[in-house]
């Protein structure tokens, strides 16, 4: 079992930046590739970048490369989405979540996060 709780969301102007935190519990952290994903409202969850267990692998949707970056402490048990030049399109609620398996897509993630909201005004 792993427990994962969001934390950093916010109002932010658009140009601005935000760093979300999501802390898990369980001792099995380090051997779960995580997953960020975004929800907007009347949208399907989107993926949004993920990174393998060692933090070797990682990937971007096409939409944030360049501006968000994600990383991990395996020794913090913590996954982060630094999140800069933000965009009004980027206002969702962001999910983590946890996977062991190097995925893109969310049903392939068994465990998930309550989620945080991010709002960028234009």
């Known amino acids: 079992q792993v427990q994962l709780v969001e934390s950093g969301g916010g109002l932010v102007q658009a140009g601005g930046s935000l760093r979300l935190s999501c802390a898990a519990s369980?001792?099995?952290?380090?051997?779960?590739?995580m997953g960020w994903f975004r929800q907007a409202p009347g949208k399907e969850r989107e993926f949004v970048a993920a990174?393998?267990?060692?933090?070797?692998?990682?990937y971007y949707v096409d939409s944030v490369k360049g501006r968000f970056t994600i990383s991990r402490d395996n020794a913090k048990n913590t996954v982060y989405l630094q999140m800069n030049s933000l965009k009004p399109e980027d206002t969702a609620v962001y999910y983590c979540?946890?996977?062991?398996?190097?995925?893109?897509?969310?049903?392939?993630?068994?465990?998930w996060g309550q989620g945080t909201q991010v709002t960028v005004s234009s």
């Open positions: 979540a946890a996977s062991p398996n190097y995925k893109r897509t969310p049903g392939e993630y068994d465990y």
């Open positions: 369980g001792r099995t952290f380090s051997s779960y590739a």
């Open positions: 990174i393998s267990w060692s933090g070797l692998r990682i």
